[in-house]
């Protein structure tokens, strides 16, 4: 249970018709962390953000925000304000206008000098303070961007709900504005919740990630517990890449388990399994991330022989795509290229073998698909 609890779902479904958008859900939130909902189109996060943002109302189940029940509430009675994908500022107003307008309608009505006072403090904060006058036509994608968040923070929300913010701007204004998202999280030390299908941007911004699937939580936690055990092969191929193998089940030796690929290899994990998967025999599925390979061998086991198939050039480091012997499909390696033999470049169709530490074997029980 996540202490101070300031948005709590219990049993929380939505339907549209015959189609469940999200399954019953259980999911609390703690004040003043950054929590992401991650996953692909349709798998139910932006629904999710919705339903607590008051814009959908659950099938059943019930919404708490700050200790009350606002299942019912509409989103002007909720204490959250939501930065929309498309940014949403009105083309006729200027930039202070558009941030003051959420204060000025009747259900707010700030007086116009703390008003003025509100905005002013916000446009600081977001780093426009010399563009109070403009009109949102006359802003790069980025000031856009941060308008709309200054929109959001100037009501002073308990949550602050973010919609896929920083998809619409390009590579770099992404990563500058994911550190501006980072700075505002510190400085107003209320919750965030975002919604992404970008991993990169979840894993380098988020307290926890909601990983989820087909309209249900496949996994909850920190970036590096998402990261280093992920608990199925979906979130281990969602979070990061992973290359996945079908096996079954060796032998025990000590702390190892060991597995048969397909191919007849066998391969070693230090990675703990429930009890009723070591069964011999048992089918399982193993993961081994691409930048956990190595071109030297350190003990001689966990080999793999490949040819390169391509090789992508990402300056110090190179994506290789490989054919292992005897394994039907492409696997795909990260090589950094002062580990790489010879002068640090592969060419296609070069042999190449590859070893893995068993400590970075990942390994999932059949049935753990989701």
């Given at each position: 249970?996540?202490?101070?609890?300031?948005?709590?779902?219990?049993?929380?479904?939505?339907?549209?018709?015959?189609?469940?958008?999200?399954?019953?859900?259980d999911?609390?939130?703690?004040?003043g962390e950054?929590?992401?909902?991650?996953?692909?189109?349709?798998?139910?996060?932006?629904?999710?953000?919705?339903?607590?943002?008051?814009f959908?109302?659950?099938s059943?189940?019930?919404?708490?925000?700050?200790g009350k029940?606002?299942?019912?509430?509409?989103?002007?009675r909720?204490?959250?304000?939501?930065?929309?994908?498309?940014?949403?500022?009105?083309p006729?107003?200027?930039?202070?206008e558009?941030?003051?307008?959420?204060?000025?309608?009747?259900?707010?009505n700030v007086?116009?000098?703390?008003?003025?006072?509100r905005?002013?403090?916000?446009?600081?904060?977001?780093?426009?303070?010399?563009?109070a006058?403009?009109r949102?036509?006359?802003?790069?994608?980025?000031q856009?961007?941060?308008?709309?968040m200054?929109r959001?923070?100037?009501?002073?929300?308990?949550?602050?709900?973010?919609?896929e913010?920083l998809?619409a701007?390009?590579v770099k204004?992404?990563?500058?504005m994911?550190?501006?998202?980072?700075?505002?999280?510190?400085?107003?030390?209320?919750?965030?919740?975002?919604?992404?299908?970008?991993q990169?941007?979840?894993?380098?911004l988020?307290?926890?990630?909601?990983?989820?699937?087909?309209?249900?939580?496949?996994?909850?936690?920190?970036?590096?517990?998402?990261?280093?055990n992920p608990a199925t092969?979906?979130v281990a191929?969602f979070?990061?890449?992973?290359?996945?193998?079908?096996?079954?089940?060796?032998?025990?030796?000590?702390?190892?388990?060991?597995?048969?690929?397909?191919?007849?290899?066998?391969?070693r994990?230090?990675?703990?399994?429930?009890?009723?998967?070591?069964?011999?025999?048992?089918?399982v599925?193993?993961?081994?991330?691409?930048?956990?390979?190595?071109?030297?061998?350190?003990d001689?086991a966990?080999?793999?022989?490949?040819a390169?198939?391509?090789?992508?050039?990402h300056?110090?480091?190179l994506?290789?795509?490989?054919?292992?012997?005897?394994?039907?499909?492409?696997?795909?390696?990260?090589?950094s290229?002062?580990?790489?033999?010879?002068s640090?470049?592969?060419?296609?169709?070069?042999r190449?073998a590859?070893?893995?530490?068993?400590?970075?074997?990942l390994?999932?029980?059949?049935?753990?698909?989701?």
């Open positions: 249970m996540t202490s101070n609890p300031i948005v709590a779902l219990s049993g929380v479904m939505k339907s549209y018709g015959a189609f469940t958008a999200l399954h019953a859900t999911l609390t939130i703690g004040e950054f929590v992401t909902l991650l996953g692909p189109s349709g798998c139910g996060k932006t629904t999710t953000l919705r339903l607590i943002g008051g959908e109302h659950a059943s189940g019930r919404v708490e925000i700050a029940d606002v299942t019912e509430s509409p989103p002007y909720r204490p959250v304000n939501t930065v929309f994908q498309d940014y949403a500022l009105f006729h107003m200027s930039v202070a558009n941030i003051g307008y959420g204060l000025s309608v009747k259900s707010n007086p116009a000098g703390e008003r003025k006072r905005v002013g403090e916000a446009l600081e904060m977001v780093g426009l303070g010399g563009m006058n403009r949102p036509g006359e802003l790069s994608g980025g856009r961007q941060r308008v709309a200054a959001a923070i100037v009501r002073r929300p308990r949550v602050l709900l973010l919609d913010p998809s701007l390009d204004l992404r990563e500058g994911q550190v501006e998202l980072k700075r505002l999280h510190r400085e107003l030390g209320i919750t965030f919740l975002m919604v992404t299908h970008d990169t941007e979840a894993l380098g988020s307290d926890r990630i909601v990983v989820m699937n087909q309209g249900r939580i496949a996994q909850i936690g920190t970036p590096a517990q998402l990261y280093d092969p979906y191929d979070i990061g890449a992973t290359n996945l193998f079908e096996a079954t089940v060796e032998d025990r030796e000590g702390e190892f388990t060991i597995f048969r690929l397909a191919n007849g290899h066998l391969i994990s230090r990675r703990p399994l429930p009890d009723a998967a070591l069964s011999a025999g048992r089918r599925t193993v993961g081994i991330r691409p930048e956990r390979f190595q071109t030297v061998a350190f001689g966990n080999r793999l022989d490949c390169v198939l391509e090789r992508l050039f300056g110090d480091r994506r290789v795509e490989l054919a292992a012997d005897g394994i039907g499909k492409p696997l795909f390696a990260e090589l290229r002062v580990a790489v033999p010879g640090g470049v592969i060419a296609s169709g070069e190449l590859l070893h893995v530490d068993p400590i970075d074997v390994a999932f029980a059949d049935g753990d698909r989701r």
